[in-house]
């Protein structure tokens, strides 16, 4: 089975659409992890989790964090391939699947892309976010040694073995280039899959508050891996 984590801070207009999206498929299991939401988005939740048993809330009153909040979201997960995608509709779930599928074909850790050659990317971020988020990567691949183009993508998949294995210390939106840089370490296949993505207007990332963290984490995974 394969556990999906959708973390969730208000996305009453989108997480029902997405938790739909999902139904076609079989044998995945979906895990809101919601915080503070005060949109309704747990109710959204809610009535399909009461409807459907592979559908589970964690709903917490305090915002955590999108890295909290995931790894919240995998304690609960069933699975033995692991995996999350962002609640905000950006990503279909379709687009979650391809990438999944490559863990059937090998690799450890399958990490959504929108920076491949054959990336689709429906509506772009604004430009600051463009900008900021190319420092970000430069920085990132520099600094932990990887040929991953896009840290940032809201859509990974990795067997539940590989995340046992690795311990990840990031709460906020660095968590995942933190787990690209442990796999990595660890000699994990990693492989980066095109996607096709759509920006949403309704970011939760404010540069001025998180990216000082990001950076934090960066350095402090560097630190780790090369101990
Ligand atoms: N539970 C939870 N979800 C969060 C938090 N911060 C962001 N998210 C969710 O994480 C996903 C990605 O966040 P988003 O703001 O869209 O990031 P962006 O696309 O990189 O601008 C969305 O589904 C958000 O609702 C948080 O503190 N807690
Ligand atoms: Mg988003």
Redesign the pocket.
């Known amino acids: 089975m394969l556990s999906v984590v959708?973390?969730?801070?208000?996305?009453a207009d989108?997480i029902g659409g997405l938790l739909e999206a999902f139904r076609v498929f079989s044998g995945v299991e979906l895990i809101v992890?919601?915080?503070?939401s005060t949109d309704g988005t747990q109710n959204i939740v809610q009535e399909f989790a009461g409807r459907n048993n592979d559908v589970v809330l964690s709903s917490?009153d305090k915002?955590?964090?999108?890295g909290?909040?995931?790894k919240r979201g995998l304690k609960l997960a069933k699975g033995d391939v692991l995996g999350f995608i962002?609640?905000?509709g950006?990503i279909h779930p379709k687009e979650l699947m391809r990438v999944a599928a490559t863990i059937d074909d090998g690799a450890d850790l399958a990490v959504g892309s929108r920076d491949l050659r054959t990336s689709v990317i429906v509506r772009p971020?604004p430009l600051s976010?463009r900008v900021s988020g190319s420092i970000y990567s430069l920085l990132a691949r520099a600094l932990l040694d990887t040929r991953i183009k896009d840290f940032?993508c809201?859509c990974k998949v990795f067997r539940r073995d590989v995340w046992h294995s690795l311990t990840i210390a990031c709460d906020?939106?660095a968590f995942d280039t933190e787990l690209i840089a442990k796999a990595h370490e660890k000699g994990f296949v990693i492989v980066e899959v095109p996607i096709t993505w759509s920006?949403?207007s309704?970011?939760?990332?404010r540069i001025s508050r998180d990216v000082l963290p990001m950076l934090k984490c960066i350095l402090k995974t560097r630190a780790q891996i090369r101990e």
């Open positions: 959708i973390p969730a801070h208000n996305e989108h992890a919601e915080d503070a917490c915002l955590t964090g999108k909290a909040a995931v962002d609640g905000d950006s971020q976010r940032q809201g906020g939106f920006n949403q309704n970011s939760k990332v």
